[in-house]
């Protein structure tokens, strides 16, 4: 993927110069979109994964407001005024779902009666599963990276939602490692784009997509 090119950017460039021709350029969003995502998915699936007691999760709360929530949010604002469709759907969809996570936890989780819990973010976590199985088909014109992230995400979305479902830890912790594949794969795409922006050319392949 060449340096200048984003994430599945749709811009149609026209032959007559219009008036948002003359403002800056925007810098490619996506690498931080793709941050934010990453490390609050990792934190959070260290947890789910069984590797840290589950006494420390609240960690993962101020992280899903300030950075997979509010950065991520930003980072698909900024990609509406690049003209990057997919992108903007995507980075702002993830970053409502971080700060939705955060307002369910602080706010709404205690007046769900025990029982009924398990099933509400069992259905949660499937709806967002949908989502990111269809926005897995765009993604195929994008780039492998992230297609690799939406695939995996997609999975992990769907193992969560069924382990929260049926109350099966052993199906959360799978889960929970699926999501630690997802962070890795999108950290790695992060890493590549900001690295091959700052130095001009194609340091590190994420494998375009487009034909």
């Not at 995502?37 to 699936?45: G, N, R």
């Not at 769900?112 to 499937?126: C, E, F, K, Q």
Request: overall charge neutral; proline content about 5%; charged content about 10%.
């Amino acid at each position: 993927m060449a340096a200048s090119a984003r994430i599945g950017d749709d811009r149609i460039v026209s032959p007559v110069e219009s008036p948002a021709s003359t403002l800056p350029p925007v810098a490619n969003p996506a690498p931080l979109g793709l941050a934010a995502f990453a490390l609050t998915t990792f934190v959070l699936s260290m947890f789910n994964a069984g590797l840290l007691a589950a006494g420390g999760e609240p960690v993962v709360f101020g992280l899903a407001l300030a950075y997979g929530g509010l950065a991520q949010l930003l980072a698909g604002l900024w990609e509406f005024r690049a003209g990057n469709t997919f992108g903007a759907t995507a980075f702002c969809s993830y970053g409502a779902f971080w700060l939705s996570f955060w307002a369910f936890v602080e706010f709404f989780e205690k007046s769900i009666p025990a029982a009924d819990a398990g099933h509400a973010v069992g259905l949660y976590l499937i709806a967002w599963g949908i989502f990111t199985a269809y926005m897995f088909i765009p993604s195929l014109r994008t780039t492998m990276a992230i297609s690799v992230v939406f695939a995996l995400l997609a999975l992990t979305f769907i193992v969560l939602g069924i382990g929260n479902a049926g109350g099966h830890s052993g199906i959360i912790k799978i889960g929970g490692w699926l999501g630690l594949a997802t962070a890795v794969a999108a950290w790695y795409a992060s890493f590549a784009e900001v690295s091959n922006a700052t130095f001009g050319r194609t340091v590190f392949p994420v494998g375009p997509l487009r034909r």
